[in-house]
């Protein structure tokens, strides 16, 4: 991650979309960019991979509108150049750039206090003393939630109806497996700052006033790696991927997102996991439609059939076909219910199968079904049945 502290970032740039984008819009974005440089598409590319956590870490804070507003704000304070985060040139024994939540190497959480909304991994609250409340005090050890994580699934029609239980593949950033997050050499342990004594901060008078700002000695992480861990380099995290087994309920509908809570990225210094959001799509299926809870399906009738009344078997998602009882007289697009043959509810209850009629005006007339045909045109002559059509026109 870059040396930049957070509130020099352009998440807006990172995710190619202007300011006043819309919510659609950012999400639309982040998935043509996620596609493009996710990892599993991009083997190898460490390029790739680094654009594919910028994107990440700039949808996250986009994609939620607490964050994006906090985000939005503190740009405008301090984002135009007149505050600067001293102490991000580095140097051996302090905490290494790029931990994520660290943001250029140090805490937002602990750069910010402790105090406001949650943003970015940390929790933006208080910069200046006194100003945003600074509660300040201590080293910067507390819980922080792993990050909400979103993906994309496809299912096909029967999947969704039913309900299923996949398999997800999911990349991503979390603690080192060698250091365990600590960003330390095997064996040893973070200090706490000598400088700020934990507290990531120090304060500096200027002039009518004082204000707090990162602890030049560790950034504002309250803590110093003397021996970092050489796989991690002394961020403490690391990219993996790991294979989790997703429940889809059943009756899950084309477009839907799906909450799955603690499935998302590992918490820090045993926070709670962040959540897990699938967005499913549906393939559809070559008979049946969706109508909410219920499902769909056009059968076609002949003329006598429809005519004369007739008892139909119509397919069933589940199950053997149903048999439905056409009455005579009934007209080409009329829709009949048939009771719990549609999509299963949260409460376990069943939707219904709507089946809609289509009479089918044969193509080839047998000599003896013409004259049937014509003997029922002579037995219906005195009927019209645009007469109420053609009245109805005049009216208006």
């Given at each position: 991650m870059s040396t930049k502290d957070y509130l020099e970032k352009d998440y807006y740039k990172v995710l190619g979309v202007p300011k006043t984008a819309s919510a659609d819009e950012i999400k639309q974005s982040y998935r043509k960019l996620a596609r493009k440089y996710h990892p599993d598409a991009n083997k190898g590319d460490r390029k790739a991979e680094e654009r594919f956590k910028?994107?990440?870490?700039?949808?996250?804070?986009?994609?939620?509108?607490?964050?994006?507003?906090?985000?939005?704000?503190?740009?405008?304070?301090?984002?135009?150049?007149?505050?600067?985060?001293?102490?991000?040139?580095?140097?051996?024994?302090?905490?290494?750039?790029?931990?994520?939540?660290?943001?250029?190497?140090?805490?937002?959480?602990?750069?910010?206090?402790?105090?406001?909304?949650?943003?970015?991994?940390g929790r933006i609250g208080d910069l200046l003393g006194g100003m945003f409340g600074n509660r300040g005090g201590g080293p910067q050890t507390r819980p922080r939630r792993g990050a909400d994580v979103e993906t994309e699934v496809t299912l096909s029609f029967s999947q969704a109806v039913d309900g299923v239980t996949i398999p997800l593949n999911l990349t991503g950033e979390g603690p080192c497996p060698v250091c365990h997050g600590t960003g330390a050499r095997a064996g040893t342990v973070p200090k706490v700052c000598p400088t700020?004594?934990?507290?990531?901060?120090?304060?500096?008078?200027?002039?009518?006033?004082?204000?707090?700002?990162?602890c030049r000695t560790c950034r504002g992480r309250g803590l110093v790696v003397e021996d970092p861990c050489p796989s991690c380099s002394g961020s403490g995290h690391a990219t993996s991927t790991r294979t989790i087994q997703a429940r889809i309920p059943a009756g899950v509908a084309d477009g839907q997102r799906i909450k799955l809570r603690g499935k998302g990225a590992p918490g820090e210094r045993g926070g709670?996991?962040?959540?897990?959001?699938?967005?499913?799509?549906?393939?559809?299926?070559?008979?049946?439609?969706?109508?909410?809870?219920?499902?769909?399906?056009?059968?076609?009738?002949?003329?006598?059939?429809?005519?004369?009344?007739?008892?139909?078997?119509?397919?069933?998602?589940?199950?053997?076909?149903?048999?439905?009882?056409?009455?005579?007289?009934?007209?080409?697009?009329?829709?009949?219910?048939?009771?719990?043959?549609?999509?299963?509810?949260?409460?376990?209850?069943?939707?219904?199968?709507?089946?809609?009629?289509?009479?089918?005006?044969?193509?080839?007339?047998?000599?003896?079904?013409?004259?049937?045909?014509?003997?029922?045109?002579?037995?219906?002559?005195?009927?019209?049945?645009?007469?109420?059509?053609?009245?109805?026109?005049?009216?208006?």
């Amino acid at each position: 991650m870059s040396t930049k502290d957070y509130l020099e970032k352009d998440y807006y740039k990172v995710l190619g979309v202007p300011k006043t984008a819309s919510a659609d819009e950012i999400k639309q974005s982040y998935r043509k960019l996620a596609r493009k440089y996710h990892p599993d598409a991009n083997k190898g590319d460490r390029k790739a991979e680094e654009r594919f956590k910028e994107i990440s870490e700039a949808y996250n804070t986009l994609s939620d509108e607490k964050r994006r507003k906090e985000y939005d704000d503190a740009r405008s304070l301090f984002g135009g150049g007149g505050f600067r985060v001293p102490g991000t040139g580095g140097r051996p024994g302090t905490a290494s750039p790029g931990a994520p939540g660290g943001f250029g190497g140090f805490d937002l959480g602990d750069l910010f206090g402790g105090a406001g909304t949650e943003a970015g991994g940390g929790r933006i609250g208080d910069l200046l003393g006194g100003m945003f409340g600074n509660r300040g005090g201590g080293p910067q050890t507390r819980p922080r939630r792993g990050a909400d994580v979103e993906t994309e699934v496809t299912l096909s029609f029967s999947q969704a109806v039913d309900g299923v239980t996949i398999p997800l593949n999911l990349t991503g950033e979390g603690p080192c497996p060698v250091c365990h997050g600590t960003g330390a050499r095997a064996g040893t342990v973070p200090k706490v700052c000598p400088t700020c004594e934990g507290s990531g901060q120090s304060n500096r008078n200027n002039g009518n006033f004082a204000f707090s700002e990162p602890c030049r000695t560790c950034r504002g992480r309250g803590l110093v790696v003397e021996d970092p861990c050489p796989s991690c380099s002394g961020s403490g995290h690391a990219t993996s991927t790991r294979t989790i087994q997703a429940r889809i309920p059943a009756g899950v509908a084309d477009g839907q997102r799906i909450k799955l809570r603690g499935k998302g990225a590992p918490g820090e210094r045993g926070g709670a996991t962040g959540d897990l959001y699938v967005r499913v799509h549906v393939t559809p299926h070559p008979v049946f439609g969706r109508s909410g809870g219920n499902l769909t399906v056009t059968v076609p009738v002949t003329v006598p059939e429809a005519a004369l009344g007739s008892e139909i078997k119509v397919p069933a998602h589940r199950g053997a076909p149903v048999t439905v009882r056409i009455p005579a007289g009934t007209p080409n697009g009329r829709t009949f219910r048939v009771r719990g043959k549609g999509v299963r509810r949260p409460d376990g209850t069943y939707g219904d199968l709507l089946v809609t009629v289509d009479v089918m005006v044969p193509k080839n007339v047998s000599t003896k079904g013409r004259k049937a045909l014509e003997d029922l045109r002579e037995a219906t002559a005195g009927e019209d049945p645009r007469e109420e059509l053609l009245l109805r026109a005049k009216e208006t």
